[in-house]
């Protein structure tokens, strides 16, 4: 039975400097028992830094931290038992069978066989791998193998499993495959997830996120209330530059990419919309009205940080 007296994960002012360059800065996160929590950020913001730290793989140059009720400067071994990890890059054994590179899993953990052959039988019906036992994982697909990095890093019942880009290179009908089985896992085992991934519409369905930028934690919160809070709509325009000016006077400045401005909108209705349209002065090319989503967040939240340093 989980125990709920404590957070699952608790990490204060965390840092961690290479040659006086920090990679995490002064990072303070919270997660829930039984929470799904996104870790997000581009490349070198400091996500995969964090994960390490969080596994004992490497220690903070200053902060404090608490996995599962434990302090990893005390007791890194009973961490580990209470934490699963699938890394970017497969673990998995290529001339090894799943069966084989589950044991060695299994007993690094120390498990028995027998308890080894039980922990992974509705894991691996779960994955639709029943045919597949005794065969070498060099004649797997991608989306086999990912599902066998994640049955690896759960055999031993982790309370805390830790997913760290768990989808990367693969398309997208496996993706979806993938985060079928991991909700599926939640809701069976009523594990705490951590995950960083780059497709920030994977992490739309988590409890809470933390987005950093440079090591830093830049906004934190519900992803429904970060999105409503960011706009009513999104409109993407493609036009002249009086059109954009026209359109910039009323909704202000826009973010630019590849030839399309993206704007904020708070108007709550069509008639608001379709009014801003008729007013826009230009030659129009493309306009497009959606709803906002994750990577908007992230996007403005970005250009917000950049505005401030250049400020300073």
């Given at each position: 039975m989980t125990d709920t007296n404590f957070p699952a994960v608790i990490a204060e002012n965390l840092c961690k400097t290479y040659q006086n360059v920090p990679a995490v800065d002064n990072l303070s996160i919270q997660i829930n028992q039984g929470d799904f929590f996104g870790l997000l950020g581009p490349n070198g913001s400091g996500k995969t830094t964090t994960i390490h730290i969080l596994c004992t793989l490497i220690k903070p140059t200053t902060g404090t931290i608490q996995i599962a009720g434990f302090d990893p400067a005390k007791d890194p071994i009973n961490i580990r038992r209470k934490i699963g990890l699938v890394f970017q890059e497969t673990t998995i054994d290529r001339s090894l069978s799943l069966l084989q590179n589950l044991e060695f899993a299994g007993q690094l953990h120390g498990l028995d066989k027998k308890?080894?052959?039980q922990n992974a039988k509705p894991l691996i019906d779960l994955f639709?791998?029943?045919?597949h036992i005794n065969k070498p994982i060099a004649a797997f697909s991608g989306g086999m193998k990912r599902a066998v990095d994640i049955i690896r890093g759960i055999i031993h019942q982790p309370a805390i499993l830790i997913?760290?880009?768990?989808?990367?290179?693969?398309d997208l009908p496996n993706r979806l495959?993938?985060?079928?089985?991991?909700?599926?896992?939640?809701k069976?085992?009523?594990m705490t997830v951590l995950l960083t991934t780059h497709y920030l519409e994977e992490a739309e369905s988590c409890d809470n996120v933390a987005?950093?930028?440079?090591?830093?934690l830049i906004a934190q919160g519900e992803p429904k209330e970060l999105i409503s809070t960011l706009a009513n709509h999104i409109i993407e325009l493609e036009g002249s530059d009086a059109a954009i000016r026209n359109v910039e006077n009323v909704l202000g400045k826009p973010l630019q990419g590849q030839g399309v401005s993206y704007y904020k909108s708070?108007?709550?209705?069509?008639?608001?919309?379709?009014?801003?349209?008729?007013?826009?002065q230009g030659n129009i090319e493309q306009w497009r009205v959606?709803?906002?989503n994750l990577n908007d967040v992230f996007l403005w939240t970005i250009q917000r940080e950049v505005k401030k340093q250049n400020d300073v």
């Amino acid at each position: 039975m989980t125990d709920t007296n404590f957070p699952a994960v608790i990490a204060e002012n965390l840092c961690k400097t290479y040659q006086n360059v920090p990679a995490v800065d002064n990072l303070s996160i919270q997660i829930n028992q039984g929470d799904f929590f996104g870790l997000l950020g581009p490349n070198g913001s400091g996500k995969t830094t964090t994960i390490h730290i969080l596994c004992t793989l490497i220690k903070p140059t200053t902060g404090t931290i608490q996995i599962a009720g434990f302090d990893p400067a005390k007791d890194p071994i009973n961490i580990r038992r209470k934490i699963g990890l699938v890394f970017q890059e497969t673990t998995i054994d290529r001339s090894l069978s799943l069966l084989q590179n589950l044991e060695f899993a299994g007993q690094l953990h120390g498990l028995d066989k027998k308890t080894i052959k039980q922990n992974a039988k509705p894991l691996i019906d779960l994955f639709e791998l029943n045919q597949h036992i005794n065969k070498p994982i060099a004649a797997f697909s991608g989306g086999m193998k990912r599902a066998v990095d994640i049955i690896r890093g759960i055999i031993h019942q982790p309370a805390i499993l830790i997913l760290d880009e768990p989808t990367i290179g693969l398309d997208l009908p496996n993706r979806l495959k993938i985060w079928k089985f991991i909700h599926e896992l939640r809701k069976e085992y009523g594990m705490t997830v951590l995950l960083t991934t780059h497709y920030l519409e994977e992490a739309e369905s988590c409890d809470n996120v933390a987005f950093l930028n440079s090591g830093k934690l830049i906004a934190q919160g519900e992803p429904k209330e970060l999105i409503s809070t960011l706009a009513n709509h999104i409109i993407e325009l493609e036009g002249s530059d009086a059109a954009i000016r026209n359109v910039e006077n009323v909704l202000g400045k826009p973010l630019q990419g590849q030839g399309v401005s993206y704007y904020k909108s708070f108007g709550k209705d069509f008639e608001s919309l379709t009014s801003l349209h008729n007013s826009i002065q230009g030659n129009i090319e493309q306009w497009r009205v959606r709803k906002p989503n994750l990577n908007d967040v992230f996007l403005w939240t970005i250009q917000r940080e950049v505005k401030k340093q250049n400020d300073v």
